[in-house]
C-alpha cells in the first residue's frame, strides 16, 4: 500500500482503476459479439478486420505481462486482495474464467470466419 496516503484516497484510486478496467472489458464483449454477428452474418469487412487486430494486440500486451492485465497491475498497488475480481466489477467466477472463456470464444469466431471465408472461395466463380 501507499504510505501517507489516506484509505480514503487509496480506494478513490482502486474504484477509478476497477471503473476504467470494467469499461474496457465492455468495450471488448463489444467487439468480440460484433466478430460473432460479422462471421454468422457473412459481414467481412474492415470493421471485422480492425477488430480482429485490436483482440490480437490485446493477446500480445498480455503476453508481454505474462498472462496479466496492466490494469491489474496498477490496481494492485491499491489492494492487497487475493479476490479474482479485485480489479474489476465482475463476478469472481467470471474474473476468474474471464481469459479463458473469451480465448475459447474468439478461438470459435475466427475458426467459423475461416470456414466462411474457404467456402466462399470455393462456391465464388473465377
Not at 32 to 54: E, M, N, P, Q, S
Not at 57 to 70: D, I, N
Not at 75 to 93: C, E, G, M, Q, V
Request: net charge positive; charged share 15%.
Amino acid at each position: 500500500m501507499l504510505r501517507g496516503v489516506s484509505i480514503q484516497a487509496i480506494m478513490t484510486k482502486l474504484v477509478g482503476v476497477k471503473l476504467v478496467h470494467t469499461i474496457i472489458w465492455i468495450c471488448f464483449n463489444l467487439i468480440l459479439f460484433y466478430l460473432a454477428y460479422a462471421v454468422i452474418v457473412d459481414k467481412i469487412d474492415r470493421l471485422l478486420w480492425f477488430c480482429i487486430g485490436t483482440i490480437v494486440l490485446e493477446g500480445m500486451v498480455l503476453l508481454y505481462y505474462k498472462g496479466t492485465c496492466p490494469l491489474t497491475l496498477i490496481a494492485r498497488k491499491y489492494s492487497t486482495s487475493t479476490k479474482p475480481n479485485f480489479d474489476i466489477y465482475l463476478p469472481a467466477w467470471l474474473a476468474r474464467y474471464n481469459k479463458l472463456i473469451y480465448t475459447t470464444f474468439f478461438v470459435i469466431i475466427v475458426a467459423a470466419l475461416i470456414y466462411r471465408m474457404t467456402i466462399a472461395s470455393i462456391t465464388s466463380p473465377i
